[in-house]
């Protein structure tokens, strides 16, 4: 070996070793771990397994943010998992509330990036609107989140926790529990199938929230795949489609991922979808000013409507600041409304939530107006 490359393979020898002793030094989320690896954690450090559900408990029904906080375990134990474990929670960094009474938060996660979660009250029940990624890679056109760059799935315990700051903040503010969820805040759900699998386990089961899956409603773009997977997998929510135009030209110009993932292979995963769940698909559609405002439109909705059993959200385009879209005008809307209804297709005309602090669908974008 050259005398000249000796000092240089040195170099990254201990590069090497320091990298490996700074990961050592790096603690785990406690959180990632589940009720049986922390009761064989427990085990392995000479105490008893029941610890480990005490743990559980602590971490997911009281939502304890410090393991001081975990005043039934001994001093010592408390010690020991600060030695070996962090807790990484969310935070709300800014709180918003519209004159409509929905609330916005920026919710800080344990590295610093910000995404966004809304609580929706009505008269009759108080939504929870949860993101699943920071940022979104999907690049619908009209969207705000589609702009920002996807930069990373969020864990279980940060889907878990937006749900349980909006429940919180829905006691607080409204004197009420949370009813609904839905999945519509910023990413695509099933591009992050496993983490939203497991934050929906735990807001559902009673060793966590104990919420009903009755009350959430996941919304996706539509990926055929991902759709036939969750029948087989004999999830018990609801799913909701969004769907925009029934023509596939159309579609493709206001969402790219139609290129590669057809109205026609949608419509087959969602038939799929229907036979394993038995479950009716809610179809979002937005419709828009020179996009999807002819009969021939709402003709080709009808059609694609009449071959699985659906309803159908009329949801106004919420400004996102982009001259390129405009909502249709409500006489359009209406004729959408009559069309669908004349041939038995349930519809309704979803009003538009904290448009004025950019909390309504599409406009979260980490931008707090003033
Ligand atoms: N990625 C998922 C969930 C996030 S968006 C999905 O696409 O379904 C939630 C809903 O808001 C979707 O139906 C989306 O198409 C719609 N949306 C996006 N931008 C919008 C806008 N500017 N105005 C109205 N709805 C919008």
């Known amino acids: 070996m050259s005398k000249f490359r000796q000092p240089y393979l040195f170099a990254i020898i201990y590069k090497k070793i320091l990298f490996f002793q700074n990961m050592k030094t790096i603690k785990k989320d406690i959180r990632t771990l589940s009720k049986e690896s922390l009761r064989v954690f427990f085990v392995k450090n000479s105490d008893k397994a029941f610890r480990g559900n005490q743990v559980y408990e602590w971490l997911w029904i009281k939502s304890a943010q410090t393991f001081n906080e975990m005043t039934n375990l001994p001093l010592t134990t408390r010690e020991m998992l600060k030695d070996n474990f962090v807790i990484n929670h969310i935070l709300v960094d800014k709180m918003q509330k519209s004159i409509d009474g929905t609330i916005k938060n920026a919710i800080k996660l344990y590295d610093g990036l910000i995404v966004e979660s809304v609580l929706i009250p009505t008269k009759k029940r108080t939504t929870a609107c949860v993101s699943s990624q920071v940022g979104c890679s999907l690049d619908c056109n009209f969207c705000a989140t589609g702009k920002l760059k996807r930069m990373r799935n969020l864990n279980a315990g940060e889907i878990y926790d937006q749900v349980v700051e909006i429940n919180r903040q829905s006691k607080l503010y409204y004197n009420r529990k949370l009813s609904n969820i839905v999945f519509m805040g910023m990413g695509e759900p099933l591009l992050n199938y496993k983490n939203v699998i497991n934050a929906i386990h735990k807001i559902t089961n009673d060793e966590g929230l104990g919420m009903s899956a009755k009350r959430i409603t996941l919304s996706t773009v539509g990926i055929p795949k991902m759709i036939k997977k969750m029948a087989d997998d004999g999830v018990k929510f609801n799913l909701a489609v969004s769907l925009h135009a029934a023509i596939n ?42 996009f999807n405002d002819t009969q021939k439109d709402i003709n080709a909705l009808v059609k694609y409507c009449k071959q699985i059993p659906s309803k159908v959200n009329l949801i106004t385009y919420n400004n996102i600041g982009d001259e390129e879209y405009q909502a249709a005008d409500r006489k359009i809307i209406e004729q959408y409304v009559k069309t669908l209804e004349t041939n038995n297709i349930i519809v309704k005309v979803r009003r538009s939530r904290g448009d004025d602090i950019a909390a309504a669908c599409g406009q979260l974008a980490n931008k707090m107006i003033r």
């Open 249 to 290: 030209e159309i579609r493709s110009r206001l969402m790219p991922i139609n290129d590669t993932n057809n109205l026609e292979d949608l419509l087959d995963s969602l038939q799929y979808w229907y036979e394993k769940t038995k479950r009716k698909i809610t179809f979002e559609y937005v419709v828009f000013k020179e």
